[in-house]
């Protein structure tokens, strides 16, 4: 309560300091009407006498046209006739994307070279048949030597260890010789067939598959360059849409300037309630505790031409108060976006000429339909050999990394030794009984099980070497007529690139995407111009006022009276409204911040779209928008100081003015929110902008904006560094003369 009253009775002397500089300045002349009056009313940058230029007629007029373009668009037929060009153009350009100029296929000559190569030298995987008939035979003997010595004749025995010491050498000398496989299983300058060729296929099947297309295209490509009367709609609306967007833009701004509660003051910092602010003074003058700080000073006679500004203000602002319904600022949001849409599309009028005459340039080029069939089938042989290459030599790789994990050459290397041995019939027994008595028997023949199930991947369920090497005499006997196919897309290729290299055509397109938006508007869809229609209307009565509040300001210039006079002794009155006013304005909009609920910043708009849309967002802008997203824990921080500075204020009764400094010094300590407000919101509009969805943008985006803008400038007010306080320190002297307490 005590924080509550305090604040009460500031605001009666700031409104008075106020009202005192006010009406002194108006009669001097030092104070400009349309700058007072704009700050008054929180116009913002925009001026009384832009509002009283606003043309309600001509604006009127183009709303009317503008709610009529969307049946204008539809029954014009040369309109369509541009669009269904653009639209095929469209597709084209998309389907063939990544095609340029075939002419230039760079990896034609290291192709050939790495096929005649292949089907010349074939594919050395001598060392994986060796292996594989060693590891079959290798482990036919082994059965022999270890099923039931004690039955196993010496001569069989003797046969048996002679035809595992040649198994085991040539294992060894396999599986030594495995990594000079690898290189079989690459080319030597291209990385696969099928990217080699990737260019040439798609060439040839968007030839083909893209006949139709063509058909299309050629038949749309009858438009003339000069003949775009489908923009003649957009022509005659933007014609009357051009003068008036500028009011537009200013009623924008204007609305969104009243709904900011912070901007620089320069006239007003004691009226925290626009103009109604300046017919309270008379009230408070009224009030008991006023009227001792003043010592019983009549001030209404000094003020009274300004009581009679102030009764016109009230008027005025009454006519203004329809503003700060969202509506406003949606609809004249969404008809400022539809109108800078249809002046851009007329503006690319010479554009969009210029992108159909290169567009007929390619007609000429335009390539007939073609026999792909042999091209099909190299195709299938390229995507056969690059997968037998992969998987060879995954197979390769495996054997290597399976005998060097297994320790498969030491385990070799053992049985080698121990089979040497046997030179002749009498050393078989000892050597048959050291085979049988191998400690590492059992990982031996894990791996010979193992060994074979990977080499026969090599041959199931085809020799893929020989399957290999058969594709590749294939593809070796089509060169020919490959180079001959490449000879003859090479005078296709220009109509790709020359489709490709035609320049402004993806704002052409954007240009067509907002056409064919506005086409499918319906009048359900645009009932925001009508409302617009409202506001313009609205406007134009509120700019009779202002033209009366500048006249009465007019009026008071050089005004003389004994009373007004007397106002000359407040020297520093712009000094003394300007301390007084901030000071009071700066615990004024803490003291609501704590009456009202916590404010809950939802950013996750922003989160989704920060690093999603193009062009990317500057730093600057990013910097700002991450200034909004650090407000959620910053409004935390605010509320508790805000809290703690309430619970300390005691009440003041006394009409000493100079007793009421500690209020103002305990405010000092609360915590406000850091950043600028205006460029945020700037930033949040650059945004908005970017969002490539046109629907989303005009009708979810303008609701996030207002929402972000009426949470902005609340918060906006409590960057409360911006304040200047109030005297820190008590004065000393308590004597003081009438004059000098009224002035304090």
């Not at 099923?147 to 396999?174: C, Q, W």
């Amino acid at each position: 309560m005590s924080l509550k009253n305090s604040i009460k009775q500031m605001k009666m002397i700031a409104r008075l300091t106020n009202g005192i500089y006010l009406q002194k300045g108006f009669i001097e002349g030092s104070i400009p009407p349309d700058d007072f009056i704009s700050e008054l009313f929180r116009f913002g940058s925009v001026t009384p006498s832009e509002i009283e230029s606003i043309n309600v007629e001509n604006i009127q007029e183009a709303m009317n046209a503008l709610k009529t373009l969307p049946n204008e668009l539809q029954k014009n037929q040369d309109f369509d006739e541009i669009q269904d060009l653009f639209k095929s153009t469209e597709k084209l350009l998309t389907e063939v994307d990544g095609i340029r100029n075939i002419a230039e296929w760079n990896k034609k000559d290291g192709f050939i070279r790495d096929i005649k190569s292949m089907a010349l030298k074939g594919t050395d995987f001598t060392a994986i048949h060796k292996l594989k008939d060693a590891l079959k035979s290798w482990s036919h003997e082994n059965q022999k030597l270890t099923e039931d010595p004690r039955k196993l004749n010496d001569h069989v025995a003797f046969g048996a260890l002679i035809s595992l010491r040649g198994y085991t050498e040539n294992m060894i000398s396999a599986l030594k010789r495995l990594p000079s496989v690898l290189p079989d299983v690459k080319f030597v300058t291209i990385e696969t067939v099928t990217g080699t060729l990737q260019s040439i296929f798609k060439a040839s099947e968007e030839i083909e598959k893209l006949f139709n297309d063509v058909v299309k295209f050629q038949k749309a490509a009858h438009v003339k360059s000069d003949d775009v009367k489908g923009f003649s709609s957009f022509s005659e609306v933007a014609k009357k849409l051009n003068p008036i967007i500028s009011h537009l833009t200013n009623i924008r701004t204007l609305v969104i300037s009243r709904s900011i509660k912070k901007q620089e003051l320069k006239y007003t910092h004691g009226f925290s309630d626009e103009a109604y602010d300046t017919l309270r003074i008379f009230e408070d003058l009224k009030d008991p505790w006023l009227q001792k700080v003043v010592n019983g000073v009549d001030f209404s006679k000094s003020l009274e031409k300004l009581e009679e500004f102030g009764k016109l203000a009230a008027k005025t602002g009454e006519s203004l108060s329809f503003l700060d319904d969202p509506i406003v600022l949606q609809s004249v949001d969404k008809l400022i976006n539809i109108s800078n849409g249809v002046l851009k599309v007329f503006s690319k009028n010479e554009d969009v000429s210029i992108s159909i005459s290169n567009i007929l340039k390619c007609v000429s080029i335009i390539p007939r339909k073609i026999n792909s069939a042999a091209l099909f089938e190299l195709k299938n042989e390229a995507v056969q050999i690059d997968d037998l290459m992969n998987q060879l030599k995954l197979n390769v790789e495996k054997l290597i990394q399976f005998s060097e994990e297994s320790n498969a050459l030491k385990l070799l290397d053992e049985v080698l030794k121990i089979v040497k041995k046997a030179t002749d019939l009498n050393t078989v027994v000892d050597v048959v009984e050291k085979y049988n008595m191998n400690p590492n028997s059992k990982d031996l023949l894990d791996f010979i099980e193992n060994c074979n199930s990977i080499v026969q991947e090599f041959f199931t369920p085809i020799d893929k070497s020989e399957k290999l090497e058969g594709l590749v005499m294939e593809v070796e006997n089509k060169l020919g007529y490959l180079d001959n196919y490449h000879e003859m897309l090479k005078k296709y290729s220009l109509f790709f690139q020359c489709l490709q290299n035609i320049e402004g055509l993806e704002s052409s397109f954007k240009t067509f995407l907002f056409i064919k938006y506005i086409k499918t508007l319906k009048t359900d869809n645009l009932g925001y111009i009508d409302d617009g229609k409202k506001v313009v209307k609205k406007m134009a009565e509120v700019s009779k006022d202002l033209e009366d509040l500048g006249r009465s300001i007019d009026q008071m210039k050089n005004y003389k009276s004994v009373e007004t006079d007397a106002l000359k002794a407040f020297k520093n009155a712009s000094l003394h409204s300007k301390v007084i006013g901030s000071a009071t304005r700066g615990i004024s909009i803490m003291k609501n911040f704590l009456d009202k609920t916590r404010l809950k910043l939802n950013v996750n708009v922003i989160l989704e779209q920060l690093n999603n849309v193009y062009p990317p967002l500057s730093e600057e802008d990013i910097d700002n928008l991450n200034g909004i997203i650090s407000l959620t824990s910053e409004l935390f921080i605010m509320y508790n100081s805000l809290e703690e500075f309430q619970n300390n204020v005691q009440e003041q009764q006394t009409p000493q003015l100079f007793d009421r400094s500690e209020i103002f010094q305990k405010a000092e300590k609360v915590i406000g929110i850091q950043g600028n407000v205006t460029n945020m919101i700037r930033s949040v509009e650059t945004l908005a902008e970017r969002v490539t969805d046109i629907n989303r943008y005009l009708e979810g985006y303008i609701g996030w904006s207002l929402f972000l803008l009426v949470v902005l400038g609340s918060v906006a007010a409590l960057s409360y560094a911006s304040y200047v306080f109030m005297c820190k320190k008590k004065s000393a002297r308590r004597n003081r003369t009438k004059k000098e307490d009224i002035e304090e």
